[in-house]
């Protein structure tokens, strides 16, 4: 199984990145996406999921209106679309899996992260 994230970067505030997620050897149409990040100093938090089969999503309050998630099942893709970025944006990204393996066992993985750097 593999999990990894790309699109990461410095961006000024205000402005836009995209995150991707491709991912591979698990039932990707039928998994949970979770984003995650930790910014500097600070634990992990989760910014939102989705589900690739409903594509039912739900997202921290704080990245309501500014980020999305989505999914391209066809490419194994997962996004993260960050619009008006904020300072307090700046962290390392991961994306989160959670679906069958080869074995059909649950479990998940996580990809390495990337980092996000927003600048004034």
């Known amino acids: 199984v593999q999990v990894v994230e790309s699109g990461g970067g410095l961006q000024q505030a205000g402005g836009s990145l995209k995150l991707s997620c491709v991912a591979s050897?698990?039932?990707?149409?039928?998994?949970?996406i979770a984003w995650f990040r930790q910014a500097p100093g600070k634990e992990r938090e989760v910014i939102g999921c989705?589900?690739?089969?409903?594509?039912?999503?739900t997202s921290l309050a704080s990245a309501k209106g500014r980020f999305t998630i989505s999914t391209d099942n066809g490419q194994n893709t997962a996004f993260l679309q960050m619009n008006s970025l904020k300072l307090d944006d700046t962290g390392v990204y991961y994306c989160?899996?959670?679906?069958?393996?080869?074995?059909?066992?649950?479990?998940?993985?996580w990809g390495q992260g990337i980092q996000v750097t927003v600048a004034s």
């Open positions: 989705t589900s690739t089969s409903t594509g039912q999503r």
């Open positions: 989160n899996a959670e679906g069958l393996d080869p074995d059909i066992r649950r479990a998940t993985w």
């Open positions: 050897g698990f039932t990707f149409h039928d998994a949970a």
